[in-house]
């Protein structure tokens, strides 16, 4: 079946551009999470989205971060006015909803961007 | 707020042998959960092993185990007979209880794998 996939692959775009990444969550999975990998680091947690209920956005590092969730599906984080700090790996990962307490995440590839 | 710490930037094995990658952690939950990813060159983050904070048992899968000391908050991670598909980063992580929760990782131990 189709897992999490992520689009572009690849993105280079000059500082003070803005730039949409985005995330196809596996189909039905109501729980979506954006993570950003920066060189050298682990992943850092950005916001997550669950079901109908109000996105988590503690971990949005500037208010130039955003993201958006149409349908409960597709999910676009769009970065305004990039800045060479944010040149990282972009994680997407989705997750179901269950009355269990586990529900593993399966992450996408990732979108590498880099700022000029 | 919890924090993950790997001490181990990186860590090289040959193959067949064994290999230990350490993690510590830091957290004033009870109950959470823990896991190991492994992330290839293609960047996919693979889940690789879990363990439920409420289980003593130390979890395996095949040639993967962990060493679970709740007590010390350490997680390290066993590799036995080492393989070169098994060259990545490593990734420690931890997650709170809850049905949907944010994962907290450690800065990743990168394993190379000799002949």
């Known amino acids: 079946g189709a897992g999490v996939s992520q689009s572009p692959s690849n993105k280079v775009t000059e500082k003070g551009k803005d730039v949409e990444l985005r995330c196809d969550p596996i189909?039905?999975?109501?729980?979506l999470y954006w993570y950003r990998q920066s060189l050298g680091q682990g992943l850092e947690f950005l916001i997550y989205?669950?079901?109908?209920?109000?996105?988590?956005k503690s971990g949005l590092p500037s208010d130039r971060f955003s993201a958006e969730r149409t349908g409960g599906s597709v999910s676009t984080l769009t970065i305004q006015r990039t800045q060479q700090e944010d040149s990282a790996v972009y994680l997407c990962?989705?997750?179901?909803?269950?009355?269990?307490?586990?529900?593993?995440?399966?992450f996408g590839p990732g979108t590498r961007l880099t700022v000029l | 707020a919890q924090t993950v710490t790997q001490s181990q930037p990186e860590m090289s094995v040959q193959e067949a042998e064994t290999v230990t990658l350490s993690c510590t952690y830091d957290?004033?939950?009870?109950?959470?959960?823990l896991f190991w990813y492994k992330q290839p060159p293609s960047r996919q983050m693979i889940l690789v092993i879990r363990?439920?904070?409420?289980?003593?048992q130390n979890a395996t899968e095949n040639r993967f185990s962990v060493n679970f000391q709740k007590a010390a908050k350490s997680f390290s991670l066993k590799i036995s007979d080492s393989q070169l598909g098994d060259a990545a980063m490593y990734f420690c992580?931890?997650?709170?209880?809850?049905?949907?929760?944010?994962?907290?990782f450690g800065t990743g131990t990168r394993l190379q794998v000799t002949l």
């Open positions: 992580a931890y997650r709170s209880t809850g049905t949907a929760s944010k994962l907290t």
């Open positions: 990962a989705s997750s179901l909803l269950l009355g269990l307490s586990y529900n593993e995440q399966f």
């Open positions: 363990q439920e904070a409420y289980k003593q």
């Open positions: 189909s039905g999975h109501t729980a």
């Open positions: 989205f669950q079901g109908n209920s109000a996105p988590d």
């Open positions: 957290t004033s939950e009870s109950d959470y959960y």
